[in-house]
T-cell receptor, first 115, second 114 residues
């Protein structure tokens, strides 16, 4: 079974600074996807960024980028130029490449952005 | 385009009762997944429905059951409620087409079991 681990329950960052959220996962599969989701206090889960395991290039979406280390099974999220609106719970998630679209989530990390 | 909606927003039940939660998928989506998110935890996969058939199930007992309707909306039913069933229940819809398709989440239903 696949597992996702987020070892930092909380982090804080100053507005405009950069913060990195860490995630490790365990799988024996070679074809999979990794995700970072954001869940603001309003509760609706929003996809931040996606990484396909077969791609060597790290995904980027504007201020958000990942550091995908496949051999180490590590998948960290870097948020640059942090904004107050980035404050939320962040979840790392795993999905197998085929069949079910089941997502396996980590426990999440609460990010606070200080003005 | 209407996003994923869920009803009700909040619900309070007592132990032993039954509950039905509803999810309307995003337009054009044919797959609905349900997740249970206990307080302070990440969501856990309950099951998924694709074209009205269950297409994958997580580690949840049979008293958790579901339905998907021809319009691809879905229901989650929980029988014999237990205190540990108190959680935020999320549904997510996607358009399964053989390649990666993003799941879009609803706002959730907060269930409290007393």
């Amino acid at each position: 079974a696949q597992t996702v681990t987020q070892s930092q329950p909380e982090m804080s960052v100053q507005e405009a600074e950069t913060v990195t959220l860490s995630c490790t996962y365990d799988t024996s599969e070679s074809d999979y996807y990794l995700f970072w989701y954001k869940q603001p206090p309003s509760r609706q889960m929003i996809l931040v960024i996606r990484q396909e395991a077969y791609k060597q290039q790290n995904a980027t979406e504007n201020r958000f980028s990942v550091n995908f280390q496949k051999a180490a099974k590590s998948f960290s999220l870097k948020i640059s130029d942090s904004q107050l609106g980035d404050a939320a719970m962040y979840f790392c998630a795993y999905r197998s490449g085929g069949g079910s679209e089941k997502l396996v989530f980590g426990k999440g990390m609460k990010l606070t952005v200080n003005p | 385009e209407t996003g994923v909606t869920q009803s009700p927003t909040h619900l309070i039940k007592t132990r032993g009762q039954q509950v039905t939660l509803r999810c309307s998928s995003q337009s054009g989506h044919n797959t609905v997944s349900w997740y249970q998110q206990a307080l302070g935890q990440g969501p856990q996969f309950i099951f998924q429905y694709y074209r009205e058939e269950e297409n994958g199930r997580g580690n949840f007992p049979p008293r958790f059951s579901g339905l998907q309707f021809p319009n691809y909306s879905s229901e989650l039913n929980v029988n014999a409620l237990e205190l540990d069933d108190s959680a935020l229940y999320l549904c997510a819809s996607s358009r399964t087409s053989g390649v990666y398709n993003e799941q879009f989440f609803g706002p959730g239903t907060r269930l409290t079991v007393l």
